[in-house]
């Protein structure tokens, strides 16, 4: 089920928006404020939402069948290309590289031997889809491996380098503790909603 991330410049604006995007975006199905309700992750928490939250959406895609006889262990944040992206929490650069499915990514490591991934990172030049970007245009421009980040802090820019070129710019997010990937889907979604609740003092 799609949710659409949002700005508005009123709340009765900003509470239609969110009854659209929230409710109604699957139209297979209605559902209720009832259903809205889910069980909060108590273990890890995102600090911060990865990406400006008014051009983004994002949808529960954990388990759906990908070429190779794959499975996808992430979230697909789609945003526009170039669009900043954050790291969540406070942590350590343990990697950032390319390779031929990730493209351009960053893993970040945080307490408790929780790490984040950042996959697809930007590799085109200003304005085009050209691919003959590189490092430059993929992460923010003094991140090394080792550094320091703070939640929030800009790391990169979204893309659709590595498998994504035949996609929509997207940042394909993961979530991994003690070695096993976790559905990152509830994690952003409670971001999401805390994010709403603190900016524009709605509840859900």
Do not use: C
């Not at 069948?65 to 499975?71: A, D, E, I, V």
């Not at 509830?186 to 003092?201: N, T």
Request: cysteine-free.
């Amino acid at each position: 089920m799609q949710r659409t991330l949002f700005r508005a410049l009123s709340a009765v604006a900003i509470a239609a928006l969110i009854s659209t995007a929230f409710w109604s975006s699957n139209p297979a199905s209605a559902h209720s404020s009832q259903e809205w309700s889910f069980s909060r992750p108590s273990e890890f928490s995102l600090e911060v939402f990865p990406h400006d939250t008014a051009t983004s959406t994002f949808s529960d895609s954990w388990g759906n069948r990908r070429s190779g006889g794959r499975r996808h262990r992430g979230t697909d944040i789609i945003s526009p290309r170039g669009t900043e992206i954050l790291a969540v929490a406070d942590g350590v650069v343990k990697e950032m590289g390319t390779s031929r499915l990730s493209g351009y990514f960053i893993r970040i490591e945080h307490v408790d031997e929780w790490i984040t991934s950042y996959l697809h990172l930007n590799n085109d030049t200003y304005g085009t889809d050209d691919g003959d970007g590189g490092r430059w245009t993929a992460f923010y421009p003094t991140l090394q491996e080792g550094d320091e980040v703070v939640a929030g802090q800009v790391i990169g820019y979204v893309g659709d380098s590595g498998n994504a070129e035949d996609t929509i710019p997207n940042t394909h997010f993961e979530i991994k503790h003690e070695g096993e990937k976790k559905n990152p889907y509830p994690y952003l979604r409670d971001a999401l909603e805390r994010e709403i609740q603190d900016r524009y003092g709605l509840d859900f």
